[in-house]
């Protein structure tokens, strides 16, 4: 009695334990090259602010005019840490207070224009570091790169 190993229309193909290792080893290189250009770009800063400041600003132009709640939400701190933080980037010039204009009680942040400058020096900053390693690179290798920024893209989609 033989036993049929086709596989079923429609059903998925096995996976082979040699592909399942492969795949294991590509995502721990890839988890390290990643981690050491996030290493690499966060070293490049201006203004004398901390990545988590850096971070905070970026996530306040992104998210708008916040609340403190809602940037210590997103940055994934306590409220008081963050509450700390905007008051030393509201010093620095970088931040500015809101009074919510549907609630008094409630205050808000944004990007002051200086912050403005200062993220987009930071991101000038970090994309002219990359761009010159990059230039390290041959013409095809950068052709490479470009269409598997192409699949980091695809990857880190929701």
């Known amino acids: 009695m033989s036993v049929d190993s086709t596989p079923l229309a429609g059903a998925p193909a096995p996976v082979a334990a040699q592909d399942t290792d492969t795949d294991a080893a590509v995502a721990a290189r890839l988890r390290l090259a990643v981690t050491r250009l996030h290493r690499l770009l966060r070293q490049q800063v201006a203004a004398g602010l901390t990545p988590s400041q850096i971070s905070a600003l970026s996530t306040t132009e992104r998210l708008g005019a916040p609340t403190l709640g809602e940037l210590a939400t997103a940055e994934q701190v ?34 002051s224009p200086d912050g403005q400058r200062t993220l987009q020096r930071i991101r000038s900053l970090r994309t002219a570091v990359l761009a010159k390693r990059l230039r390290r690179l041959s013409p095809d290798e950068r052709q490479r790169l470009s269409q598997v920024v192409s699949l980091l893209e695809r990857l880190v989609e929701r």
């Open 78 to 111: 306590q409220p008081p840490s963050m509450t700390r933080m905007a008051a030393a980037l509201e010093s620095a010039g970088l931040l500015e207070r809101l009074m919510d204009p549907a609630d008094g009680r409630v205050v808000r942040v944004r990007v």
